[in-house]
Antibody, heavy 116, light 107 residues
Framework: QVQLQESGPGLVKPSDSLSLTCAVS?????????WGWIRQPPGKGLEWIGY???????YYNPSLKGRVAMSVDTSKNQFSLKLSTVTAEDTAVYYC?????????WGQGTLVTVSS | DIQMTQSPSSLSASVGDRVTITCQAS??????LNWYQQKPGKAPKLLIS???KLETGVPSRFSGSGSGTDFTFTISSLQPEDVATYYC?????????FGQGTKLEIK
């Protein structure tokens, strides 16, 4: 059974960077597939942030205007998200998920609050 | 970018009712359309992929149809455990956007 688990700080200061990691178990990232991040502001809908392939190829949501970077660490079987220059609008539950055209495996989500 | 418009945004129905949610794409996406169910405090769960393929283990009262720009998600007989927010999501071309969601409640 594929399982994903997000980890990272729950509180980030405005203008700082947000960094999250998603640990994958039950499946080897190096076997392939796209790995994505999705976020959900409190009380709002889902927003796609981006994807990273096991080879390191990435696609990002243009709406985030170059603030996103994703990477894969196959030795640790995990992938990461970095979102720079955060504001209060980046406060959200951040989910990691495996993408195969559809998101069939999700992490439980982690709330990140941007506040001083 | 392709915009996904779901309707209604909220819905209240009785147990046993047939419930229908629609999702319209701003341009044709063939059948590259998925449906998710999200219960409060939980991650979304994939119910239907490719417009009409029911995921393993998902009750048969859930179904999906459509192609091109217009899609429908149906619950044939609403159950109390179906209270959730439902989202459509396309994967025709990047960015793979979600609809704004339909919140389903029991009357």
């Amino acid at each position: 059974q594929v399982q994903l688990q997000e980890s990272g700080p729950g509180l980030v200061k405005p203008s700082d960077s947000l960094s999250l990691t998603c640990a994958v178990s039950g499946y080897s990232i190096s076997s392939g597939n796209w790995w994505g991040w999705i976020r959900q502001p409190p009380g709002k809908g889902l927003e796609w942030i981006g994807y990273v392939y096991s080879s390191g190829i990435t696609y990002y949501n243009p709406s985030l205007k170059g603030r996103v970077a994703m990477s894969v660490d196959t030795s640790k079987n995990q992938f990461s998200l970095k979102l720079s220059t955060v504001t209060a609008e980046d406060t959200a539950v951040y989910y990691c998920a495996r993408f195969s055209g559809w998101y069939n495996y999700w992490g439980q989500g982690t709330l990140v609050t941007v506040s001083s | 970018d392709i915009q996904m418009t779901q309707s209604p945004s909220s819905l209240s129905a009785s147990v046993g009712d047939r419930v229908t949610i629609t999702c319209q794409a701003s341009q044709a996406i063939t059948n590259y359309l998925n449906w998710y169910q999200q219960k409060p405090g939980k991650a979304p769960k994939l119910l239907i992929s490719d417009a009409s393929k029911l995921e393993t283990g998902v009750p048969s009262r859930f179904s999906g149809s459509g192609s091109g720009t217009d899609f429908t998600f149906t619950i044939s007989s609403l159950q109390p455990e179906d209270v959730a927010t439902y989202y459509c999501q396309h994967y025709n071309s990047l960015p793979y956007t979600f609809g704004q969601g339909t919140k389903l409640e029991i009357k």
